[in-house]
């Protein structure tokens, strides 16, 4: 089949399907990244940046080789006569099927923004790190896109290891040079992420958030330790027998919901300040926009094909169109951030609001009842721990439990009033 299989995994009669694989390579590099994002911040950035120059001379070696050794027919043209043909040989809802299943792609720009406290000039460095990293690798993703259409017709890329199938009983150096440099993708992207999510679980520990054992900062490291070993501990419990499809859908309605959840406080940051506007105009918008979202989706996944499904989704999209322009003129911009923020208010933060949900609609069920549950638990987490021991709440006068005794923290804070958050 061309397929390359470097090794085995083992399988677990007794447990379910999707979760009977069991995966030790996959533990043993967690627990290696773990271990060197421990150490030091400063050599994991030398050894991510050492990875990620490596990893981006292999995908410019892959799109050199796509388009020297492909054919711009195999762009329209499917190798079984009886399969779809054209460019768009699944219509749009290909398109957008695909598109939320590599929405995970575009997770690891955040991580940019948890190194704050490790730059020199945050207020510059973090919006060019960001903005910069979204541009170059979307054209990147584009280019590797277009030269694995190139190389092989849609319906014979192998799904496990498609660049590697492509050159395998043609070019077998080409071959192997993908396999390395497809590696060192996968330590780039998991040493980013772990990275990440390490100092997330740090600045949340120094809220009382989540214990405060994870802010912990070790004194001759100068890592949160705490937080990257529980962290690396956890990941690789998951990596032992969850397959990555389960993986990839759960990390895609995940990112879907974050960034929804993410344009919404955009605008509702950019015109509500407290205590000087009403938020209820912005939040009616919000609302009227997440429900005309909805309609489309549903419209276009459950409404029979003909004129009629076209009116609703035109309606649908005129309906969210006025509402914005109504929004635009109706409630003034109260906010504006002095050295970068998101450009194009309000068109951009609704346009990523439609389109986010939209996504999520064309993810299986399975997915959705995982997120729920994880979600759950992390909201009875939050309710019966986080906010009773947060700063946040004890500075509200929420009712906490300290030393055994039940006390109410006053709610004027003692610190400078001028102090801006």
């Not at 030398?46 to 080789?65: G, R, W």
């Not at 190798?79 to 598109?99: K, L, T």
């Not at 990257?228 to 995940?254: E, K, P, R, V």
């Amino acid at each position: 089949t061309g397929r390359i299989v470097i090794y085995k995994k083992f399988t677990a009669a007794a447990l379910p399907k999707g979760f009977n694989e069991i995966d030790l390579l996959a533990v043993a590099v967690v627990l290696t990244v773990t271990l060197i994002i421990c150490y030091s911040t400063r050599e994991s950035s030398i050894l991510n940046m050492i990875l990620t120059t490596l990893h981006i001379l292999f995908i410019i070696f892959v799109v050199l080789m796509g388009f020297w050794k492909g054919d711009w027919n195999n762009f329209t043209r499917p190798m079984n006569p009886n399969s779809s043909s054209g460019f768009f040989p699944y219509g749009p809802s290909g398109v957008f099927n695909g598109a939320a299943m590599v929405y995970f792609s575009y997770i690891g720009y955040d991580a940019v923004s948890t190194m704050a406290e490790e730059v020199s000039y945050p207020i510059k460095d973090i919006p060019i790190g960001v903005t910069g990293s979204v541009v170059i690798v979307t054209i990147l993703y584009c280019l590797m896109a277009a030269s694995m259409s190139m190389l092989l017709p849609y319906d014979m890329i192998d799904v496990e290891a498609p660049f590697a199938a492509a050159f395998s009983g043609r070019l077998e150096w080409v071959s192997k040079v993908i396999g390395v440099g497809a590696s060192f993708g996968i330590l780039t992207s998991l040493l980013v992420a772990m990275l990440g999510q390490a100092r997330y679980m740090c600045v949340i520990g120094r809220s009382s958030v989540v214990p405060t054992w994870f802010a912990r900062v070790h004194s001759k490291t100068s890592t949160p330790l705490n937080a990257s070993a529980f962290l690396g501990i956890f990941t690789a419990a998951i990596a032992l027998f969850t397959d990555l499809n389960i993986l990839l859908n759960l990390i895609s309605i995940g990112t879907l919901f974050v960034y929804y959840m993410v344009a919404n406080a955009v605008i509702y940051r950019r015109y509500v300040v407290i205590g000087t506007t009403k938020p209820w105009p912005i939040l009616s918008f919000l609302c009227l926009l997440t429900l005309t979202s909805l309609l489309f989706t549903l419209s276009w996944h459950f409404a029979p094909s003909g004129s009629s499904k076209s009116f609703l989704l035109g309606l649908c999209i005129g309906l969210a169109t006025a509402i914005t322009l109504i929004f635009r003129h109706t409630v003034p911009q109260v906010r504006k951030p002095e050295f970068w923020g998101v450009p194009f208010m309000p068109w951009l933060p609704p346009i990523s609001i439609f389109m986010n949900i939209f996504l999520l609609g064309s993810l299986d069920g399975q997915s959705y009842v995982r997120f729920g549950f994880f979600s759950g638990l992390a909201v009875l987490v939050y309710v019966l721990y986080s906010v009773h021991a947060s700063f946040d709440a004890e500075a509200e006068g929420f009712l906490g439990v300290k030393n055994g005794e039940m006390i109410r923290e006053s709610s004027e804070s003692e610190e400078d009033p001028n102090h801006k958050v």
